[in-house]
């Protein structure tokens, strides 16, 4: 605070790339703090930090204001190892600071700047740049993670993990451990964008590998389902910020696990789709994880003591509404599934509708024994009703329709 | 570094060194070893994904200063080995870098391969126009140069070798994506980054070939409607590659410009808007295309121009309006459009007779009536394209020098020349006319299209209208209107004329050939061409025409005479051959104008002999008379003028006349007795078939079964012909006729310039003429040449030469004609003197008859018949003085015996006494010439026979002997 802003600018004009983005770093910081604390008021603070980061961190603008020539990628890396390097050092003001920071670097207007933002991820994430993770999951719990941002996120760092370079993933076992929020929160993203119903499939498989892994943190990392949860937001977001609403993963990772079998039996049925690059056989992965997810269902419903987390927050795991929209896809698998002439077909995808349906009725059950389920359960109920005969389905409502 | 992650294992503490490392060493902020950070960058793009767009931007540094190494190595000119130091390091990190980038491609081509065919597509493009234009290779050197350089550079050729790998992974599944990039980068990179297209292509031809057309096609589609089309970036790449691509995949480029067209005129089916407002594009896309390269024009000209009907001409003239807005309005497409005709070098016939067709359809149920409109505006605007061009070439031709000029449609056309013709004789004018023009511009580099296309006018030609067509195309040619000087203007001509009579030649083979039938092609009548030829003469002749006052035509055939006479003498059709004599009449004796001027060599003079008296044969042998006495008046008119201006033609002639008709078949024809000839017949009869016939049973010899037909094997059995006599009406006349034109032959047509004399039909005869004809007959008659001579031996001579008088004898009584040749010769004498030999051997055998009559006392009338005509001929040629001369009205009366007495003392012995000679003969005022009868008077010796004679049988002979022995009294007084 002892320099003006003026000031800085001029040094900072004459300071050479990288070092120029690390001091505005420093002062966006400062900045930061004493917003946090409140001793000064926030909207003309806010302006001239965005301009210094824009200006001297990203280099998107010259003095002037008019549009620079963009950095190029050797540039643009020395940048993610300053903010890395930042983000790990920084202490001054604890994560609520942090956090603001990381929000004034990637705010949800900047939507060119979500480049960098994915590669800074990834490099965290292979780095294992706890400080950087955690403000990411931040970040994305803010921004709701099955938004745009979100998925845009996810999309990149599944892109350069899972499908580039298959081998980088060894580095992310120990992710749920470094940074479970950003775990979870990626994990909720994911499932949403794989879950998504296209047109002809009912179900977009997603790569093995993520898969694998994903299926390896749920069952080694019961709780991680729940980070999201468990992390009391109102302490790491500065002064006045609002967090989304919490989603669990759950949800959505059932959903895979529930139409997984629907989605291969089709596609083993009908030739006309080219099974190259997936697995014309269910992968047996899809049991594990649907039975890592009903264990860390439980395991919340008993939880340790050593959690922090309210009874009130665990018993709101997953939405009715998210249970009642794996029931649409079946229906619907249902209806092109009478178009299927070959016997044989018919006898596999009956396998697979009751195989699907078990599971369903596994996970309704476990959720309300559990208690993990909220919002309108008559409506799943009447909903289940359009489901063909399944007999543990049946038991499962049967049961709970009475209580 | 900072240690205050809570958590940190060791990995990522490399991760994070290789990192820093990585990025000292590519900001040079820190020297390092290039290999040892080579390797750390790969360490980190295969460990930190995020890295990757910054070591594959570093791996760009990589590559430009191996390149450049390699170029300025070139350019230095070092040495092999000093170099090999330097660049080994590098070469390896590239290998490295090769073999890394590869395994990713691999691993998961769909991921990795846009992201490094990206980048090495841009990379390459960066190289070749960073580094164009050095290391020996000129801004302007061939796509092959810098092929060869770029591809012994190992950073280049490994880059093509990436850059093939993506693309090969990519072809199958996202092939738009992948042109696309190759077009944008040659787009910014060209002309440097043709090389790298022209390999790429050359791997993939089908697939960038029909990319690379769609790509530039949209491209052309958003950018062309401007004003300018040339603004549409894309196209000139396109060109480009299509150009190389042309070299060894020219199949490919022509079947996707074919599809191209054909699907630019499938109708709209509402697929996708895009693609719609794509389709009106497409042709002058395609237009634009060949306007920029000959290749293409080539491939277009060869496929899509056989597509075009004049059928599908509505439909595109519904679009065209459409294309205008592409080149700035309908004249600068015009204009593309002639050029690019132009500038075909195949399929010019095709174009000219679908814009001929369009203009004026022959037929008119392919351009229905119903869009009158349309078909009107189609009309007008191939009429339009169709003079534009004739024009063009016209103002091509005539401002370079002749030959220099090379029009590739010409030559297209050129060579399907046959096409063209044929469009000489279409009843339509417009055809007409630009066949004309057309093969009139072509004759101006090569005559011999010129002179095909007369021909086949000549030959082909049925109305004043094709005459006029071939006059035109003769005359009408470029270097002859226009040149100024006299000289010119007859050296013009004089090439017309060769021009001309070359055609002729030519079509007088081809018609020789049609008659021998050697084509069953569709011949045109043989009379055509000769009927063409009278009747261009005859215009010739009426002065009427300006262009054919040079006396055109008649020099040109005047050329052929030799080969015009050669037809005469072999053709069998007398109309053919009317026709024929008939063009050589007005060739070389209706025209008066010039004959002074040309000279007919004897060669050809005796070879137009023998030819018109081979015609006049078949005249005679003709049965309709008209034709009959039409061609022995032009045969007296040919030959009256022939024999006048040369004597061996006369005498060829005559010859020719007299041997034809007395010894050849045309004897026949002039009541000549032919012994009954016994021939084969023609039909289709073999002898053996036939004596099989005779015995079906046993053969027994003796038997009449065991008779066989006489024949010639193989040609069945003889059979006598009846002789087909003639009709002694039409012998007389045709001995007329003969006589006509012997005495044609013989007409003294002056030495000089009796021309007047020509024209009557009673010419003056020669003396020297009818001489050599008796000299002929005797040569033709007497089987001898000893005791030819005039003088009369003794009577007893006779038993020495009574053979030869015997065959004279026979001759005469079997060819008629003699007697009627012996007459013509009498009548101009004195040139019966000359056929002495003749009369004295009738005589002998005469006297030898008379004899042995005399013996059996019997009257015989053939006898008396001959022995009156002898005598006759006789009298007629002043042979016999009176008395004498009356023996014939004496003989009838008398006996045998008195008529041997009378034989031997009046006729032999006066005449052996008086040689027959021409010197008894004087001439008169009025040249003709006579035997004063005063001065040959005979002594009473020869006469005292006849008078004892006549005086022994007065009771018949009484008026004739007041007449012939007067009394004295009035002898004396004549004395």
Known sequence: MSISNSELKHILKETEFPFCARIALGRVEEMCTTQNIGRTSGAKHVDISMEIISEFVFCEVDRRGSRKRRLNCIQELQLLEVLCDFFTSSVIGGEAVRNMVFMSLFPPTHSDRSRLLIKLVSMASSTKNVPVLTATGMWMQKLGCTSKYSLDLAQGLVKDYFVLIPKAVSGLQDLPQLAPQFTANFLTAVAEMYGVVEKRHIFSPPPDTLLEVITQWVSDNPTLCLAALMVNLQLALPLGGVPMAAITPFAGLFKWCILAPLHYVSQTSTSDIPTSDCNSSESPLYSRLHLALLESLLECYAPSPGLHCADASATENISAQHIAAIIEPIVRWLKDRTRMENESARIRGELALHMALDRLAQVIQVALVTHSVYGNIQELFSQLEMLPENRLLQIVINTHRNL | MSGTGVIKAVPPQDLMRDLRTFVAGATRRVKTNPLELARTALSVLKTLPAARDAVLEYFCTLFNSAVSKYVTQIETDMCLDSSSSTSGHEDATIVEIHVVLCNFVSSNPKAWAPIISTWSLELLGELSSRYAGRAHVPLSAGLNETLQLWMSCRATRILIDITTQCLSCLMHSDTESCINALLDTSVAHSPHFDWVVAHVGSCFPHT??????????????????????????????????????????????????????????????????????????????????????????????????????????????????????????????????????????????????????????????????????????????????????????????????????????????????????????????????????????????????????????????????????????????????????????????????????????????????????????????????????????????????????????????????????????????????????????????????????????????????????????????????????????????????????????????????????????????????????????????????????????????????SVFHAGVIGHGPRKTLANQSQEPDTVTHNTQLLIEVIKACCSSGGTGSETGSEQSPTHPVSLDAITTVSLLLVELISPDVMYNGLPWPEEEFCKVTVERDLHIRRLFDDLPLIWHLMSLVATYRPALCYCSVLLRALTATLLAQWGSAAQRAQHNDRLLATTTQVLELMALGQLLPPPLSSLRDVIPHLKPQEVVQLIRDCVWNYLRDHVPSPALFARDENGLMWRDATLAHPEPQYTDTLRSTMQNNIQHLGTLYSQLFPPMSSKCQNE
């Not at chain 2, 960038?208 to 491209?219: A, E, M, Y």
């Not at chain 2, 409109?373 to 002749?402: C, F, G, N, W, Y």
């Open chain 2, 208 to 705: 960038v070939i029909t990319r690379v057309l769609s790509c530039g096609l949209k491209d052309f589609s958003q950018h062309g409607s401007a004003d300018q089309s040339a603004k549409a970036p894309k196209l000139n790449s396109v060109v480009g590659i299509l150009g190389h691509l042309a070299g060894s995949h020219f199949a490919d480029i022509r079947s996707a410009l074919l599809e191209l067209f054909q699907w630019s005129l499938e109708p709209d089916k509402h697929e996708g808007d895009g693609e719609n407002a794509e389709r009106p594009a497409t042709v002058p896309f395609l237009l634009q295309l060949a306007s920029l390269s000959s290749t293409l024009l080539h491939a277009l000209s060869t496929d899509v121009l056989h597509t075009l009907t004049p059928s599908m001409l509505p439909k595109l003239a519904a679009l065209a309006p459409s294309w205008c807005d592409y080149f700035g309005g309908s004249q600068a497409l015009e204009d593309l459009i002639v050029h690019l005709a132009l500038g075909c070098e195949q399929g010019g016939t095709q174009i000219l007779k679908l814009l001929l067709d369009a203009a004026s359809p022959l037929d008119y149920s392919t351009t229905a009536a119903p869009d009158s409109s349309v078909s009107a505006s189609v009309k007008s605007t191939s009429r339009e394209i169709l003079e534009l061009l004739l024009q063009e070439i016209d103002h091509l031709l005539r401002s370079t020098m002749p030959g220099a000029c090379s029009i590739p449609l010409l030559c297209s056309i050129k060579q399907e020349v046959t096409v063209i013709q044929p469009l000489l004789l279409s009843g339509d004018p417009l055809h007409v006319q630009t066949a004309v023009r057309l093969l009139g511009l072509l004759g101006y580099h090569s005559t011999a299209v010129l002179v095909s296309s007369a021909a086949f006018l000549l030959q082909r030609a049925s109305t004043d209208g094709h005459l006029v067509a071939l006059v035109r195309l003769v005359t009408g040619g470029i270097c002859n209107s226009t040149s100024a000087s006299q000289l010119e203007q007859e050296n013009g001509c004089y090439y017309k004329t060769g021009c001309l009579a070359q055609a002729l030649e030519q079509a007088m083979r081809s018609n020789a050939g049609c008659v021998l039938g050697d084509e069953g092609a569709i011949q045109p009548p043989p009379e055509q061409l000769w009927h063409n030829v009278a009747h261009l003469l005859r215009w010739e002749h009426s002065g009427k025409a300006p262009s054919l006052r040079g006396g055109l035509i008649s020099r040109a055939v005047r050329c052929n005479l030799q080969e015009v006479s050669d037809r005469l003498c072999t053709v069998c059709d007398p109309n053919l051959a009317c026709d024929i004599a008939e063009v050589l009449d007005l060739t070389i004796v209706a025209d008066r104008s010039s004959h002074d001027v040309y000279t007919v060599n004897i060669q050809l003079t005796l070879l137009m002999a023998k030819a018109v008296v081979a015609y006049f044969f078949l005249c005679v042998s003709e049965k309709d008379d008209l034709v009959r006495f039409r061609g022995v008046r032009l045969c007296c008119h040919l030959l009256a003028h022939l024999s006048s201006h040369s004597p061996p033609a006369r005498s060829l002639a005559l010859r020719e006349l007299l041997e034809g008709s007395l010894f050849h078949s045309h004897s026949r024809l002039f009541g000549a007795k032919l012994p009954s000839q016994i021939r084969a017949p023609r039909e289709d009869v073999q002898l053996l078939h036939e004596n099989h016939k005779q015995g079906t049973s046993v053969m027994l010899a003796q038997r009449h079964s």
